[in-house]
């Protein structure tokens, strides 16, 4: 079992930044890829980024990627969403997962964390 604790989220006005995390425990962390997810209300989970057990591959989301950056401190067993020029259609619940490989399709990841909200006002 992995436990997942995001944090981070908050109230941002359009054009802000926010770094979401995502603490881990139980098994090791760094066995595992990490991936984000996000659902705003009415609307399905989607795909947000991806990152190797390494670090060394990542794969975003094509409406997300070049603002925001995931990455991972195995030392820490966290891993991390750095957003930058967030928008108004980034407003969701953010959830990290784990898995064995990076990917972006959430039955590929075995254990989630509860979410956290991220507002973007415009």
């Known amino acids: 079992q992995v436990q997942l604790v995001e944090s981070g989220g908050g109230f941002v006005q359009a054009g802000g930044s926010l770094r979401l995390s995502c603490a881990a425990s139980?098994?090791?962390?760094?066995?595992?890829?990490v991936g984000w997810f996000r659902q705003a209300p009415g609307k399905e989970r989607e795909f947000v980024a991806a990152l190797s057990r390494s670090g060394g591959l990542t794969y975003y989301a094509e409406s997300v990627k070049g603002r925001f950056t995931i990455s991972r401190d195995n030392a820490k067993n966290t891993g991390y969403l750095q957003m930058n020029s967030l928008k108004p259609e980034d407003t969701a619940v953010y959830c990290c997962?784990?898995?064995?490989?990076?990917?972006?399709?959430?039955?590929?990841?075995?254990?989630w964390g509860q979410g956290t909200q991220v507002t973007v006002s415009s």
């Open positions: 997962a784990v898995g064995a490989v990076p990917s972006g399709t959430a039955r590929d990841y075995a254990y």
């Open positions: 139980g098994r090791t962390f760094s066995n595992y890829a």
